[in-house]
């Protein structure tokens, strides 16, 4: 809960720096440098985005805006609100934005002037400071001026740990204890000059319980999704997906082409059977799956042998429920789920070529991941390239900054080529998670952008050496 809160406050503080005259700032992570500024003060901070940076969630296309965001949504759902449809597509700052946190010294004028620049007209600016402060405290730490009771390490807005209208009616019954209102600094009770400046009549009408959670949710939903005029954000997502299709993996062994896929579907009929169809040039083939069950999903694998010659276009699925009811089928509306890397398959990561290697010496154990990539051209002809984006920064403190880094790859003297193909491998560091591969076989240059190797790396070979 306590960690929770400070999610929503930092989204609210990265949000701050937007500009609607000119369309600039908004959740961009820009609070990674303005953390030096005393409108950003507290230790929770640093700790949360050092926490942000370990989850190691950040990918060539998730950025630590995109997780400040996904932390105030599970902040609101943690203390009991709604779940708001999620958009991401957020792009990170590179530099700090203006200093316009709003400050509890500021006069009112300058509060409805920074709501005004940041999107929020005065109603507006009142809800949403009081569904902000219905969650959550003031340090005394790091406000002693507020909270002047040395004794007090916290000053919670209101005597309810959650989601709901405490901090209004306690307000208007004049029995808040929100130090913001009621401290004995009046300077610095900015809460008491916003819910008070129409005279109360926002305060009023978030007395129904209705109107105060969709105002909150409506007001918070806009909130995080202000961002630079020139981000395009993804479709929202409410609820978790149905079906989720893991990307095809490819391999090349003995003139069998295989393709690992998976499945998940969530809450399948027990007796359903699934089967992967797809197909190439000549007609529809088909693969049974395996299965293994999550909590509430299933995942379907599914390891199908392919036409080396005729290779793949595209592929789908078939859940049949064995229940008389018509199968369904998962097509991407039709189109099916097309090959997105090289569709000829001329560049590929070599899935069973690859390995986990357990390296033991003296009884110490090193782990790392070979990986092999299939280039179809010979060696004379095919040069590789690859770069690793590693997620996790090691930095101390903020900013948090994924790095790229370039891995040369050789030729696999351990693979020799075959069916056209020649082999290409690399040690691959567990730090990376996406790989970018291009090859350039004669004046042709295939390209991967995006592997996932952090879960391509579960479908690898595991191997114990002993040296
Ligand atoms: C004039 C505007 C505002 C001022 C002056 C202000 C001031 C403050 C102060 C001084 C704290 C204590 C922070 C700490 O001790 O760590 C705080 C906490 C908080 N504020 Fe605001 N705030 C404002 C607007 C908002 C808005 C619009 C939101 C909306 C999300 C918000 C959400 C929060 C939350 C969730 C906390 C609790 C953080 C925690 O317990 O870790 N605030 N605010």
Redesign the pocket.
Known sequence: M?VA??W??IA?HDMSTHDVDDGTGGLDASIMYELDRPQNV?E?MIQLLQDFNGFGLITPFFGMADIIVLGAVFAVVGCGGPVFPYSAGRIDATVAGPATV???QQDLAT?IESFRQQGFNETEMIA??A???M?????QV??PL?VTDTLIDVDTFDTTPAFDNTIISQYLQNITQDI?VVGSNVTTQ?DLR?FSSDGNATMQSLLSADTFNNTCAALFQR?INTVPSMVNLTDPIAEPFQYVINDPLFSYHNGTFNMITALRVVSPSPNATVTMLWADQQEDSFCPSTRCFGLTASRYLFNATINSTSSISKFWFKINNNDGSDPTVIDNDGAGFVIEQDPSLSLFVNVMRSEVILLENSGTFTEFQKIVVAVLGDAASATTSMTGFQPFSTATAPPFIPTTTSISLKLDETNPPEGGFTFFTANVSSAVSFLDITANVGSTSFTINNFDFGIAVNSFPFIEISS
Do not use: K
């Open positions: 306590t809160v400070q929503l406050r609210y507290g929770g709003p400050e509890p509060h949403l400071v569904c902000g402060h969650l959550g405290r003031v340090r790091d406000f507020i913001l900015s916003i909130m």
